[in-house]
């Protein structure tokens, strides 16, 4: 594993709609190994390689992170702000954060100590409406290099954990990793069908990205990578689980938005079993993927499905996923690209 590669994905900054950062970084990862690299009005990067046939496959990996936007800035330099994307707000408590202005500056999220809350307030449910953004600085400092519309994101660094990884926004820069890899593993083969390698954003605030993407290339075969949930830990259930960690990637059947076509799903799982990939079938009746606006945002519908890689403490201020899924999902994602005509 490439973790140096993925430890930079996994710590630069890209909160959905301000993805300049991680977008630039992926360009300079892939630009040598594919036939073009594109962008397009909205940011969504595109790399393609063309194919023996003119059938089109698209795979698509959402390169933002949840994260925050300054709505305010009050007279004593205090921040408050609005999510992108979805947040568990019991996780924010004196949690570090970026704020991305004129320059990048370290704040910390803080909110009323318990020492002086009522009883009431200490059995209030926390919102995000209870925290501001301690920068350390005056008023008049911060609005030397901080406005309205700045984007956060969360300051956190990524580690080998065991056999695992953990760090912030691996939802979805570990898929973003897998992508890369798979690109540079398939460089120096032909490629069945023209292939579209997209890294889409602000998917983290409704998919946006993926369904500008999806009508501009109009792909055949459509492939989501995304982060799914591995809920094997203490005081779960089996049927809770959807995932575990370290027993292969999971291939979708569904999830709240989208169920995958029938036959792609057993191709994929046919293509793991012929190359022995272990994999997990995947059925999350909450939440959702690109996989959905891949499916539909294309004349006549495309052949959907996605590889799915199961990760724990999702959507909170650090994730981990296993290496041995991460390794197995490169492996099952190159070999369905490698062998999609014989769907």
């Known amino acids: 594993m490439n973790f140096k590669l993925l430890k930079s994905l996994s710590e630069v900054a890209g909160p959905s709609g301000f993805e300049t950062r ?15 690299v594109t962008t397009d009005n909205m940011g969504n990067l595109v790399a393609f390689r063309k194919g023996k046939s003119d059938k089109k496959l698209m795979i698509a990996a959402h390169m933002d992170e949840i994260g925050f936007i300054v709505t305010h800035i009050d007279d004593n ?11 568990d707000p ?7 954060v970026i704020v991305h202005g004129k320059k990048d500056v370290i704040g910390v999220m ?3 100590p318990i020492h002086v809350m009522t009883p009431e307030e200490r059995d209030k449910k926390v919102t995000v409406k209870d925290f501001f953004i301690d920068l350390g600085m005056t008023k008049q400092e911060v609005d030397e290099i901080i406005e309205v519309g700045t984007p956060i994101s969360r300051e956190r660094e990524c ?3 065991g056999s695992c ?13 897998i992508l890369i890899e798979t690109i540079k593993q398939l460089k120096n083969k032909e490629l069945p069908f023209d292939t579209y390698f997209t890294f889409t954003v ?14 501009n290339i109009q792909p055949d075969y459509a492939i989501a990578l995304d982060t799914t949930i ?9 049927q809770e689980q959807i995932t575990k960690l370290g027993e292969g990637p999971g291939i979708k059947i569904m999830d709240s938005s989208v169920i995958c076509h029938a036959g792609f799903v057993a191709f994929m799982k046919s293509v793991a079993q012929k190359n022995n990939i272990p994999f997990q079938a995947e059925i999350m009746q909450g939440g959702g993927t690109d996989t959905s606006m891949l499916q539909k945002m294309v004349a006549g519908g495309a052949i959907a499905g996605a590889v799915s890689i199961p990760t724990r403490h999702l959507h909170q201020v650090i994730e981990s996923v296993h290496k041995d899924d991460v390794e197995n999902s490169i492996r099952l994602l190159s070999c369905i690209t490698d062998s999609i005509d014989t769907i």
Do not use: H, W
């Open 90 to 96: 019991k996780t924010l408590t004196a949690q570090r």
């Open 77 to 87: 330099g205090f921040l408050k702000f609005a999510t992108l994307g979805g947040f």
């Open 202 to 215: 602000q998917e983290e605030v409704g998919l946006r990205g993926a369904q500008v993407a999806a009508l």
């Open 165 to 177: 990884i953990n760090g912030k926004s691996l939802d979805n820069r570990i898929a973003v990793y």
């Open 230 to 238: 591995a809920y094997d830990v203490p005081g779960s259930c089996p």
């Open 22 to 36: 991680i977008r630039e970084m992926i360009i300079n990862e892939i630009k040598a190994d594919v036939d073009s």
């Open 159 to 161: 580690i080998e954990m």
């Open 110 to 112: 803080g909110a009323k």
